[in-house]
Structure formats: C-alpha cells, structure tokens
T-cell receptor, first 114, second 111 residues
Framework: DADVTQTPRNRITKTGKRIMLECSQT?????MYWYRQDPGLGLRLIYY???????NKGEISDGYSVSRQAQAKFSLSLESAIPNQTALYFC?????????????FGQGTRLTVV | GENVEQHPSTLSVQEGDSAVIKCTYS??????FPWYKQELGKRPQLIID?????GEKKDQRIAVTLNKTAKHFSLHITETQPEDSAVYFC??????????FGAGTTVTVRA
C-alpha cells in the first residue's frame, strides 16, 4: 500500500548535536508537511512544501530547517538540538484539489534531546 | 494566522452515551474542517471532514456540524464504544491550504 514512512522511529540525542529526520512517501503527493506534537498543544506546523522548489515556514520554524530532495522525500533537520525540541514529530502528505483533502501521516518519530 | 481552540481537553463518557467535542476558529476565510482520530501510539487518521458550504455531515455514528456565523464546529459521536477511546483533533484550513490543529481532546469510553 502507498504510505508515508519516517525514519528513525525513535531517537535520543544530546544537546547541541545535529540531527535529521527523514520522510519518504509513495503516495505520489506533491504537498508534504512536518508537524510537531506536544501534550496539550496538538499538532503544530513546522515547515511545509507544495513542490520540490517550494518551501515555506510554518508557525514554529525557529531552530529547524528542511530539505525537499525529491517529490517523495522531505527531511527535517535540527541544526543544534535543545531539550525543548523533545517531542513527537510527524510528516504528512496531501493532494488537495481533487475532492480529496485528507492529510496522510507517517508513523511519527519520537525525539528526545538530553 | 488561523487559531483553532478545542474543548474539552479530556472527556470521559459511559459506553453507549454520546460525546461532543467543540472547536472554534478565528479566520472567517477558513472553509475546510477535518477531524482526526489518534489512537494510543498511532498516527492521526481522518475520520470525517466538512466544507463551509455544508452545515452538517454524518457517517454512521459520527457527525460534524458547522456554524460559519459563529465560527465553530463540533464532532458528535453517538452510541460510544470502547474503540472510540482516543485523542481527537479538529483542524481548519483555507482552500485545503496548510491545516491548523486544535490542541486535542482525550476521549475515554468507560465500559
């Protein structure tokens, strides 16, 4: 089945380290997103991309960067990880405009910064 | 940007009873309102959505209502079952543009 795959699923890293979270999809969607989930705060948008040449900041982009290497790949980087970036991170894809606006989420990456 | 508020943050209901979750949004231009269900340890999944040209939509035991004037929308789950226990998120967007999510409601269905 077409899916959205995130790697790694779990990661513990030290403060100040650079870390990359990867997302790949086989759904053929143009739109890809990175969300962060924290208890009591819901899902907050970090970055989004509507095609390979289009990258946009979300509501909480500070401390993060992204790369859209191909239509199917969208990576999130923490240049210098800090403890308050400990969270559950979700990648998502969508293909609106055809009456189908559902966002399909990856399995999530649980990141702990110590 | 869009601000979506969701209430309550937790909801405990007896099996068979109804559950109602309410959300408000700030941007009157928002026209797409999905609801996602996230079971423990799983990814969020769409359960129902509504567009601004519709006031109500039903799918078996779940329904969503939208009041554009008041800028609020609600999720109704009838005849709740244990498998309805999960975190539910509302969201809003303009023209299927980026989604803004509410903070989530943890629903517990007591047997």
């Amino acid at each position: 089945d077409a899916d959205v795959t995130q790697t790694p699923r779990n990661r513990i890293t030290k403060t100040g380290k650079r870390i990359m979270l990867e997302c790949s999809q086989t759904k053929g969607h143009d739109r890809m997103y990175w969300y962060r989930q924290d208890p009591g705060l819901g899902l907050r948008l970090i970055y989004y991309s509507f095609d390979v040449k289009d990258i946009n900041k979300g509501e909480i982009s500070d401390g993060y960067s992204v790369s859209r290497q191909a239509q199917a790949k969208f990576s999130l980087s923490l240049e210098s990880a800090i403890p308050n970036q400990t969270a559950l991170y979700f990648c998502a894809t969508s293909e609106p405009g055809q009456g189908m606006s559902e966002a399909f989420f990856g399995q999530g990456t649980r990141l702990t910064v110590v | 940007g869009e601000n979506v508020e969701q209430h309550p943050s937790t909801l405990s209901v007896q099996e068979g009873d109804s559950a109602v979750i309410k959300c408000t949004y700030s941007d009157s231009a928002s026209n797409y309102f999905p609801w996602y269900k996230q079971e423990l340890g799983k990814r969020p999944q769409l359960i129902i959505d509504i567009r601004s040209n519709v006031g109500e939509k039903k799918d078996q035991r779940i329904a969503v209502t939208l009041n554009k004037t008041a800028k609020h929308f609600s999720l109704h789950i009838t005849e709740t079952q244990p498998e309805d226990s999960a975190v539910y998120f509302c969201a809003a967007s303009i023209d299927d543009y980026k989604l803004s999510f509410g903070a989530g409601t943890t629903v517990t269905v007591r047997a």
